[in-house]
T-cell receptor
């Protein structure tokens, strides 16, 4: 099992450029999450999904869009990047209907994004 | 006010010391509680769940006081490898699903 993987690991964008971050999990988890982590702020939830084809807004959704077309993948899009979106982005997943474990989140290694 | 607050730290302690971290949460509907550990430039990983009766895992003891909306983590006999940021996490459940709410973290440095 690879667990939760994220691509890319690093990216530098110019203001106004767009990009998509990919998260993949091989644990058959129902729930997936996108967070951003900034110094002194802790992890803040951007968007999340409780199943294939469903998404919901978290604490800081503005400037981001997400899609969950396949159960194992959760995509985070930045349509027009801004310097305020410079951050470390973590994807996480939880809850398998087969094994339970609803309360344990597994994180990917993170994507370090810089917007100039 | 942040939904989950923690001691700001950093905590710098010598090897072998006992150190305690505190966490408070504001939403009384919070249903589950955890401590996660995050090493520098790495992803968070679950350290332990926190139960109302208190629970222990080796050198680590977690306590929950629902009435005061307070969570604690005690680390005994600190090791160099305990140096990390400790994140207090609560789960809120609603009709749609569940959200994990993270505190800002408390950084611990264990010194030789």
């Amino acid at each position: 099992n690879a667990g939760v993987t994220q691509t890319p690991k690093f990216r530098v964008l110019k203001t106004g450029q767009s990009m998509t971050l990919l998260c993949a999990q091989d644990m058959n988890h129902e729930y997936m999450y996108w967070y951003r982590q900034d110094p002194g702020m802790g992890l803040r939830l951007i968007h999340y999904s409780v199943g294939e084809g469903t998404t919901a807004k978290g604490e800081v959704p503005d400037g981001y869009n997400v899609s969950r077309l396949k159960k194992q993948n959760f995509l985070l899009g930045l349509e027009s990047a801004a310097p305020s979106q410079t951050s470390v982005y973590f994807c996480a997943s939880s809850y398998s209907k087969v094994t339970g474990g609803q309360d344990t989140q597994y994180f990917g290694p993170g994507t370090r994004l810089t917007v100039l | 006010r942040k939904e989950v607050e923690q001691d700001p730290g950093p905590f710098n302690v010598p090897e072998g010391a006992t150190v305690a971290f505190n966490c408070t949460y504001s939403n009384s509907a919070s249903q589950s509680f955890f401590w996660y550990r995050q090493d520098c430039r790495k992803e968070p990983k679950l350290l332990m769940s926190v139960y109302s009766s208190g629970n222990e895992d080796g050198r680590f003891t977690a306590q929950l006081n629902r009435a005061s909306q307070y969570i604690s983590l005690l680390i005994r006999d600190s090791k160099l490898s305990d140096s990390a940021t400790y994140l207090c996490v609560v789960i809120k459940r609603d009709n749609y699903g569940q959200n994990f709410v993270f505190g800002p973290g408390t950084r611990l440095s264990v010194l030789p």
